[in-house]
């Protein structure tokens, strides 16, 4: 009879253990939820958002935080009219010091049109990309120099050097193994799109801004393992 008890105890309790098994099962299978991450912009004016409506929200990197896991910050080093040499004194040193995530790299349109030496703008780049490699964990992401050749401004540049500097710029992110985000075939759509550039025919307008925020995060995903 106590046997029989104890088998009947036993059949009406297994129901309840399944359920709790398929509980642990959902449970192990869920997938975490991202966390939060640090991403700081080194950067000109286009970090700083000249040429938008509000430039402290609808800069290209204020856009792609808002992209990130909930949570993430916003380091946004971006000087006006910064050359990269500056930058290795002004933002550089706040970059490694902020424990990034992410980090992205687009600070090369002042110094082509300063008609800085190519050889110096790499060495500097070259400091940057290695500083950032080697005293941080982070992904780095570092823009080369778009198709300038549809902007209303296009008359003001010399633009005849623009490959030798992108391909320089190419080397130096393959040497220092970072990822590089080719601005030079992607903002070749801007003669489809003149609303993306603002009205001083140079800067990038807000529905511009957003466009670019889309063009790297693509790349910042990839590199960070993000679900787009």
């Known amino acids: 009879m106590n046997r029989l008890n104890r088998r009947r105890r036993l059949l009406l309790?297994?129901?309840?253990?399944?359920l709790a098994g398929a509980a642990c099962g959902n449970a192990t299978s869920a997938q975490p939820a991202p966390r939060p991450l640090t991403y700081v912009a080194i950067g000109a004016s286009d970090s700083a958002g000249v040429g938008a409506s509000v430039p402290d929200q609808e800069s290209w990197p204020a856009v792609l935080q808002r992209k990130l896991p909930p949570g993430s910050r916003l380091i946004n080093l971006g000087i006006s009219?910064?050359?990269l040499h500056q930058a290795v004194d002004q933002q550089l040193p706040i970059a490694l010091d902020s424990a990034p995530d992410l980090v992205t790299v687009w600070l090369a349109v002042n110094d082509y049109a300063a008609q800085v030496p190519l050889e110096r703008y790499?060495?500097?780049?070259?400091?940057?990309?290695?500083?950032?490699?080697?005293?941080?964990?982070?992904?780095?992401?570092?823009?080369?120099?778009?198709?300038?050749?549809?902007?209303p401004s296009a008359g003001r540049f010399d633009l005849r050097d623009v490959d030798r500097w992108n391909a320089a710029i190419d080397e130096a992110a393959r040497r220092?193994?970072?990822?590089?985000?080719?601005?030079?075939?992607?903002w070749r759509e801007v003669a489809d799109h003149p609303e993306y550039i603002s009205s001083d025919g140079f800067h990038p307008s807000t529905l511009g801004y957003r466009r670019l925020a889309d063009v790297f995060y693509a790349t910042a995903a990839a590199a960070l393992g993000l679900v787009t």
Request: hydrophobic share 45%; glycine share 8%; net charge negative.
């Open 81 to 83: 009219g910064s050359l």
């Open 176 to 186: 220092h193994d970072v990822t590089l985000v080719d601005l030079k075939t992607t």
């Open 122 to 151: 790499i060495a500097d780049l070259d400091t940057v990309l290695g500083q950032l490699r080697e005293k941080t964990t982070a992904a780095i992401l570092v823009g080369n120099i778009p198709d300038m050749r549809s902007l």
């Open 13 to 18: 309790a297994l129901p309840g253990l399944m």
